[in-house]
């Protein structure tokens, strides 16, 4: 019932890339990042949500119907960002809104122009003169004015700067200021995810790795700092990543608690960043390259 | 009302939350019935993850410091009379701290403040 989004095993296959049984939620009134390497599926796993590509199997609930057979319903909801601009270049930004807004049932004029106006842009400026992080910010307004309950955006703060990221994330935080809004957030910029975001779906190469809360991934893992001699197989084996280096290794584990009774004082245990967490997991395991 | 947040302490952020509250409440600088900001607000203000400060609000709420009230908001909840007790001492407990740090600077040694204490009490 309070599930905004639902994916359920769903695939795609591509000659040379394969998205395999995905399956996460969304839950009303949260942030969700979804993350990964360049290359993941992020943008085939958003595509498919919003019906711009056809999957192979499984299925997809927005607002608790199906995303194919209540498409237009659905996306009258939707708010979407993308990373490319699906504006027309040469028209401004006032006759792209006239082709816009009559495919949404809420259209909100006067938002759309008072968000325009505080993000700083003019309803005469042609959409090839905007700069990358202007086209986000009227991508932005028009996701923001028709009152959508579900903001979808793909890879919205790359190539910004933080300043204006960090805007981004106000912006954010202010739409889930109602809690029947929710947001779902690809990014590879994971710092702005660690304040933000209430769960985590991390994927690689096509497979879900954990789609959970952040908070909870967070304190499930501890980077561990060590000298080699302690470093066994079997010690291996409790890391889900690791890195050596010839002074001593550098490890990804959820069994803290047993290192620390077993090495004590001699390894060093921290809390990992969001980024530590993605970058053991999706990490083969590291050797060093000869360049 | 008063919360600091710190990236970089070990204390996970939700524990943070609650105990600054906590402590608040014990001495008494957010009174019983007093109304906190919503899950959402003071994630917005903060600028953390609002399922971080649902689950300070659970812990408070768990731990008899705050009552949910449904479509009303959060409120601090009537303190027991054992947190009452516990909220005094603490404060007994704070001045007596600062009487030894007192007495330290001044070489008077703990027999002496006893002393002291027996005549005065």
């Given amino acids: 019932m309070d599930k ?73 909801k939707i708010g979407f960002v993308y990373d490319q601009s699906y504006y027309f270049e040469d028209m401004n930004l006032k006759d792209n809104t006239k082709i816009i807004s009559p495919f949404y049932s809420k259209w909100n004029q006067k938002k759309f122009e008072y968000l325009i106006k505080k993000f700083g842009l003019e309803m005469k400026f042609k959409v090839k003169d905007l700069s990358k992080g202007m086209k986000m910010k009227f991508s932005l307004a028009v996701a923001l004015s028709h009152e959508a309950e579900l903001l979808i955006m793909d890879e919205p703060t790359s190539g910004l700067d933080p300043v204006f990221r960090s805007e981004i994330l106000d912006i954010l935080r202010e739409y889930i200021q109602n809690e029947n809004r929710s947001v779902l957030f690809s990014t590879h910029i994971i710092t702005d ?63 803290s608690n047993f290192m620390r009774k077993k090495f004590g004082d001699s390894i060093i245990i921290d809390k990992p960043s969001l980024e530590d967490i993605m970058l053991y997991m999706v990490g083969e395991k590291h050797e060093t390259i000869n360049i | 009302m008063k919360i600091v947040i710190s990236n970089s302490s070990k204390e996970p952020i939700y524990e943070q939350i609650t105990m600054q509250i906590k402590e608040q409440i014990i001495k008494g600088v957010v009174i019983e019935g007093e109304m906190l900001p919503s899950i959402r607000k003071l994630a917005k203000e903060l600028q953390i993850s609002v399922i971080t400060t649902k689950r300070a609000y659970e812990e408070l709420e768990k731990d008899g410091f705050i009552r949910v009230i449904p479509g009303k908001g959060t409120f601090v909840a009537p303190q027991s009379k054992d947190l009452l007790r516990e909220k005094r001492l603490k404060i007994i407990e704070d001045k007596l701290a600062e009487i030894i740090d007192e007495s330290k600077l001044l070489d008077i040694s703990l027999e002496e403040i006893i002393n002291m204490l027996k005549l005065l009490y």
């Fill in chain 1, 193 to 255: 995810l660690e304040k933000t975001a209430d769960y985590i779906t991390l994927i690689n190469k096509g497979k879900l790795l954990f789609s959970d809360e952040k908070d909870l991934i967070i304190e499930k893992y501890s980077v561990i700092k060590g000298s080699l001699e302690i470093l066994d197989n079997g010690l291996e084996k409790k890391f889900v990543g690791i890195k050596k280096h010839s002074y001593g290794f550098e490890g990804l584990t959820d069994s």
């Fill in chain 1, 4 to 76: 905004i989004l639902e994916v359920n095993n769903v695939s795609k296959k591509y000659k040379n890339f394969d998205l395999k049984d995905i399956s996460f939620s969304l839950d009303k009134g949260y942030i969700m990042g979804f993350i990964g390497p360049n290359g993941a599926g992020k943008t085939t796993t958003i595509k498919l949500i919003m019906n711009l590509i056809n999957r192979d199997s499984g299925f997809i609930k927005i607002f608790s119907k199906d995303n194919i057979k209540n498409e237009k319903d659905v996306k009258d």
